[in-house]
């Protein structure tokens, strides 16, 4: 699976929250847009949206696609990423990739378990407070919690707090 | 200036007369200084070699009562010779007249009496026998009759009264009074209302009425005499003026001396001993009391100094409770600055003060003098309390990092009884603010002030987890509280 994609919509991410944008996108791939989605089920952005090169209208940030997808416009089609604040602070504030394409990390279920109470489990740190990872698992991109729930590991993609 | 000093005078001036005969007794003072060798016979030497002035021989032979023929050769008294030099040479000094007028202008009559009781007291025999100069440790370095004021050692004579603590400076009324006073003695008349009036000149029962009731004759005779003082009055200041005599009015010099001298205050044109103004009394009438310190009751007595009263302004805390808190001294340096005269060295002081509750600040201060440095950081510090997040009320939120400068201070929640395993200046924040059990790293520098500020930095920048929820559309439950019926200590 293309990892460059994570790492380099981790990075967009950081910058965008850091530049306050309500609105940004990220190439419309798979596996981008399981992870948006895994973050939209966190509660760390609030839409996602697949639209054209030009932001979509307001009331369509409500959907999930502005027009569907033809053989004629999927190579322009974008993920728009509706991101959030709260208190004048990005709710999502530091993205930090763990696996890049030189170095896949791994975690299996024990692993994540001490993770997610905080404690360091190999090469992986412990979570800190209101800190989010994310995991490609068998069962799509996950966040640590569901991943546990759903009893499967598999690789860590990135950090969110 | 004492009494008893005619009398010491006489006992020197005797003294002298027996040991050079050429000092002459004299009534007027003098001072003779002692020589060189007989102030170095009572030095302590610190060399080997005698000094110099210890090898220089006396430019006198002594004198001995042998030679003069009041001991003979047995050493037993020639009560004889004794008695001659005794009434030759040390008699009681007998003033002339005029001495006498010259002393009593200086001493009242009961101070003549005292100085002549004095010099009754003293037997003249034993002034032959025992009086000699002094060659103790102590002795002045100079004969002294104290009879004569000396700059140089003596303190300056008080000749003037002490001011008048009461005087005031003079209203217009009191000005004006002060003025006629001096102007009247200048002998000019019209101006001062010196002159005699009219009436002056009628007799006594008719003094009181108006002109218009007096008999004819009075007022015929009273206005011829009138007339006639007017007269004298206009003759004599034209002569006056003529010879240029004292009372030809006030001249140039006069109106100068009022202008540089006349007092302004209330105090009668009372001298003073300084050229200088007197001080303001203690208790400046009309200001004394408005700048007391106000003493609030509800202070208890604590605050004698105020120092307490601009925080509790700020902070509304009590004296009381700003004593309670716990204050530490964490970092103390010296810092200076350098400017064209050199380096000013200051104390930088910091302070942590909290109530061992939740609530903490630091204070930075610096001064020149340590100890109002670390009284006004102590002061700040008080004035910076803020609560800080705890979770538990004993430990932090997560893991928390501060970084200034070069240094990072990371710190770590921990559980229940795991105490407080930081740096002593990180355990004193700690201590003062309420936490209980945490864990830290400073893994670069340890800069003592750096370490203060990036540890309070790191203490106020603790996520609240409710808010952290609130922002993600979250509902958050602690599951320590759940569990065992939230009994997790």
């Known amino acids: 699976m293309p990892m460059h994609s994570i790492t380099n919509a981790c990075a967009h991410l950081q910058n965008?929250?850091?530049?306050?944008?309500?609105?940004?996108?990220?190439?419309?791939?798979?596996?981008?847009?399981?992870?948006?989605?895994?973050?939209?089920?966190?509660?760390?952005?609030?839409?996602?949206?697949?639209?054209?090169?030009?932001?979509?209208p307001p009331e369509a940030l409500l959907t999930t696609e502005t027009e569907p997808v033809t053989t004629a416009n999927v190579a322009n089609r974008r993920l728009w990423i509706g991101l959030k604040y709260w208190n004048n602070q990005p709710v999502m504030s530091k993205l930090q990739p763990v696996s890049k394409p030189s170095r896949r990390v791994t975690?299996?279920?024990?692993?994540?378990?001490?993770?997610?109470?905080?404690?360091?489990?190999?090469?992986?740190?412990?979570?800190?407070?209101?800190?989010?990872?994310?995991?490609?698992?068998?069962?799509?991109?996950?966040?640590?919690?569901?991943?546990?729930?759903?009893k499967s590991g598999g690789l860590v993609l990135c950090r969110v707090s | 200036m004492s009494v008893a000093r005619p009398a010491a005078r006489r006992l020197f001036v005797s003294g002298c007369a027996a040991a050079a005969a050429?000092?002459?007794?004299?009534?007027?003072?003098?001072?003779?200084?002692?020589?060189?060798?007989?102030?170095?016979?009572?030095?302590?030497?610190?060399?080997?070699?005698?000094?110099?002035?210890?090898?220089?021989?006396?430019?006198?032979?002594?004198?001995?009562?042998?030679?003069?023929?009041?001991?003979?050769?047995?050493?037993?008294?020639?009560?004889?010779?004794?008695?001659?030099?005794?009434?030759?040479?040390m008699g009681p000094v007998k003033f002339s007249p005029e001495e006498m007028e010259?002393?009593?202008?200086?001493?009242?009559?009961e101070q003549i009496a005292a100085i002549e009781a004095g010099d009754a007291a003293i037997n003249p025999r034993d002034l032959t026998i025992q009086g000699r100069l002094r060659d103790d440790p102590y002795v002045l370095p100079y004969l002294d009759d104290f009879a004569e004021h000396q700059p140089i050692i003596d303190k300056r004579p008080q000749r003037n009264p002490p001011p008048?603590?009461?005087?005031?400076?003079?209203?217009?009324?009191?000005?004006?009074?002060?003025?006629?006073?001096?102007?009247?003695?200048?002998?000019?008349?019209?101006?001062?209302?010196?002159?005699k009036r009219l009436v002056d000149f009628v007799p006594?029962?008719?003094?009181?009425?108006?002109?218009?009731?007096?008999?004819?004759?009075?007022?015929?005779?009273?206005?011829?005499?009138?007339?006639?003082?007017?007269?004298?009055?206009?003759?004599?200041?034209?002569?006056?003026?003529?010879?240029?005599?004292?009372?030809?009015?006030?001249?140039?010099?006069?109106?100068?001396?009022?202008?540089?001298?006349?007092?302004?205050?209330?105090?009668?044109?009372?001298?003073?001993?300084?050229?200088?103004?007197?001080?303001?009394?203690?208790?400046?009438?009309?200001?004394?009391?408005?700048?007391?310190r106000s003493v609030d009751p509800a202070d208890e007595g604590l605050d004698p100094l105020g120092i307490y009263q601009d925080v509790k302004k700020r902070t509304g805390l009590t004296v009381q409770q700003m004593?309670?808190?716990?204050?530490?001294?964490?970092?103390?340096?010296?810092?200076?600055?350098?400017?064209?005269?050199?380096?000013?060295?200051?104390?930088?002081?910091?302070?942590?003060?909290?109530?061992?509750?939740?609530?903490?600040?630091?204070?930075?201060?610096?001064?020149?003098?340590?100890?109002?440095?670390?009284?006004?950081?102590?002061?700040?510090?008080?004035?910076?309390?803020?609560?800080?997040?705890?979770?538990?009320?004993?430990?932090?939120?997560?893991?928390?990092?501060?970084?200034?400068?070069?240094?990072?201070?990371?710190?770590?929640?921990?559980?229940?009884?795991?105490g407080l395993r930081v740096q002593h200046r990180i355990f004193e924040i700690c201590r003062a603010g309420g936490i209980h059990d945490l864990s830290a790293r400073v893994p670069r520098s340890r800069n003592p002030m750096n370490t203060v500020k990036a540890t309070w930095e790191a203490l106020c920048n603790q996520k609240d987890p409710e808010e952290i929820a609130v922002g993600r559309g979250k509902k958050l439950v602690d599951v320590r509280k759940v569990y065992y019926g939230g009994s997790v200590y």
């Open chain 1, 107 to 150: 975690a299996t279920i024990p692993e994540l378990a001490k993770v997610a109470r905080g404690f360091r489990a190999g090469h992986l740190l412990g979570l800190n407070v209101g800190e989010l990872m994310f995991i490609s698992t068998d069962k799509g991109v996950l966040e640590i919690r569901e991943a546990l729930e759903k």
């Open chain 2, 102 to 109: 010259e002393l009593s202008k200086i001493y009242t009559p």
């Open chain 2, 164 to 195: 008048d603590p009461h005087a005031k400076f003079m209203d217009l009324d009191e000005f004006t009074e002060d003025l006629i006073k001096w102007a009247d003695k200048f002998r000019v008349g019209e101006v001062t209302g010196t002159m």
């Open chain 2, 22 to 89: 050429a000092a002459s007794p004299s009534p007027i003072c003098r001072q003779i200084p002692i020589r060189p060798a007989f102030a170095a016979a009572t030095k302590t030497s610190f060399h080997t070699s005698s000094s110099l002035e210890a090898r220089k021989r006396s430019r006198f032979s002594s004198v001995h009562a042998r030679d003069l023929g009041l001991i003979n050769d047995q050493g037993e008294f020639n009560e004889q010779e004794l008695q001659k030099f005794t009434e030759q040479k």
């Open chain 2, 204 to 292: 006594e029962e008719y003094q009181s009425v108006a002109e218009g009731q007096w008999p004819g004759e009075v007022r015929d005779e009273a206005h011829k005499q009138f007339k006639a003082y007017l007269q004298q009055t206009v003759e004599r200041q034209a002569k006056d003026k003529l010879d240029g005599q004292e009372g030809a009015g006030i001249t140039d010099a006069d109106v100068l001396q009022y202008i540089l001298e006349r007092s302004i205050m209330t105090d009668d044109g009372l001298k003073s001993n300084s050229s200088l103004a007197p001080a303001l009394p203690r208790k400046v009438p009309g200001v004394a009391g408005l700048y007391a």
């Open chain 1, 16 to 56: 965008a929250t850091r530049a306050r944008l309500g609105l940004t996108s990220l190439p419309n791939t798979k596996y981008v847009l399981r992870l948006a989605l895994a973050m939209h089920r966190a509660g760390l952005i609030s839409s996602v949206t697949r639209g054209g090169p030009t932001p979509p």
């Open chain 2, 323 to 418: 004593l309670d808190l716990r204050t530490k001294r964490l970092v103390h340096r010296f810092v200076s600055n350098q400017t064209r005269l050199g380096k000013i060295q200051s104390s930088s002081v910091i302070y942590v003060a909290g109530n061992g509750n939740g609530m903490l600040g630091i204070g930075m201060a610096k001064s020149t003098e340590p100890v109002i440095a670390t009284n006004k950081a102590r002061l700040m510090a008080i004035r910076n309390l803020q609560p800080i997040r705890r979770y538990e009320n004993r430990t932090i939120y997560g893991n928390v990092k501060g970084k200034v400068s070069g240094t990072v201070v990371e710190l770590s929640a921990r559980p229940p009884g795991f």
